[in-house]
């Protein structure tokens, strides 16, 4: 499959994943519902395998390859949450990974890696190309890279999240996500397009890191011309993705950049009224919808909390002085 995705890629993801993936629960908080004036949902991949969505489209990337494929391994770039998906998966599978990490990824990240049996590649992400030395390696022995958005299988794993809200009770209004390279939002707008055409997609990213909300507002895809720190490594991407971004473009109502503050917040109140552990990109969304970003005629959301693998010094930091 070379080419962008579809609904039925999607169906065939969820059952290569079932057995597998996390069906995850959707949380509830009556005190946010009468705070916003909205009934939200939130769909927490923090508790999927490795806490967080990125396992979906990794385990259905590697279980799509061939006996040949496996056996040369695989080889794959990210900050952390994509190379834990690819690291848990290829342990399951039986196949041997590389990841290429910054040097600066958070070490509970590298830590969950390590753990799966996964080698390690560091680089410097202020000089160094990460699919340039991704790239070589697959080339030296012959391994299949994994991408971290830009591939229909893992858009299509992803999208398995966008099958559980259809088949959840409420009709949705609107759902929001984060975004970074626009994978996940991509496979959620596929089946949702499908099966609940009713609901409104919208998307979060960091304020220095809203490629997408440019691109979306100029009609075009748009590259940053900056790349500066931001506490959601998970989502710094600088362009929205070859494959994401057509799929996106028709299906985004709207984009909110959010700060780092915003996010700290987020991870606050997640805590505090769902009970669950969020870092920073994995609380785009929540923090957009509690900057009151959403339409006030969106009344019934599903809110995708992406990841939950955070420094526990920022964690504290979120908890205490946020």
């Not at 705070?35 to 799509?64: I, T, V």
């Not at 190379?83 to 196949?95: F, N």
């Not at 559980?164 to 994978?183: H, K, N, Q, S």
């Not at 959010?258 to 997640?270: I, T």
Request: aromatic share 4%.
């Amino acid at each position: 499959m070379n080419e962008a995705p579809t609904y039925s890629d999607i169906v065939d993801a969820a059952q290569r994943l079932e057995g597998h993936a996390v069906k995850t629960p959707l949380l509830r908080s009556d005190a946010l519902d009468k705070r916003l004036g909205k009934a939200l949902w939130f769909k927490a991949e923090c508790l999927q395998k490795k806490n967080a969505f990125k396992y979906r489209g990794a385990f259905n990337r590697l279980s799509a390859m061939t006996a040949e494929e496996r056996a040369r391994g695989v080889v794959a770039f990210s900050s952390g949450n994509h190379a834990q998906g690819v690291s848990c998966a290829a342990r399951e599978l039986g196949i041997d990974a590389i990841i290429v990490m910054p040097f600066d990824a958070p070490k509970v990240k590298v830590d969950g890696v390590l753990a799966d049996g996964a080698t390690i590649v560091s680089y410097d992400r202020n000089t160094e190309s990460r699919e340039e030395i991704a790239a070589a390696i697959a080339a030296r022995d012959g391994r299949t890279l994994v991408p971290s958005y830009d591939d229909p299988y893992i858009i299509a794993g992803q999208g398995t999240i966008g099958i559980e809200l259809a088949e959840a009770e409420p009709e949705f209004d609107a759902m929001i996500t984060c975004l970074g390279g626009g994978g996940m939002c991509a496979g959620i707008s596929l089946a949702l397009n499908e099966l609940a055409p009713q609901t409104r997609i919208f998307g979060a990213e960091p304020e220095h890191y809203n490629d997408h909300q440019m691109s979306l507002r100029s009609g075009q895809r748009m590259k940053l011309k900056t790349t500066p720190p931001s506490l959601c490594d998970a989502i710094m991407t600088p362009q929205p993705g070859e494959l994401t971004w057509p799929i996106n473009s028709k299906s985004l109502s709207d984009v909110y950049a959010v700060s780092d503050a915003e996010c700290l917040r987020a991870m606050k109140v997640a805590h505090k009224e769902l009970g669950v552990t969020l870092e920073p990109g994995g609380a785009a969304a929540m923090a957009a919808v509690l900057a009151g970003h959403l339409p006030d005629d969106v009344k019934t959301v599903a809110v995708v909390l992406s990841g939950g693998n955070v420094d526990p010094k920022i964690m504290e930091r979120a908890l205490h002085d946020s």
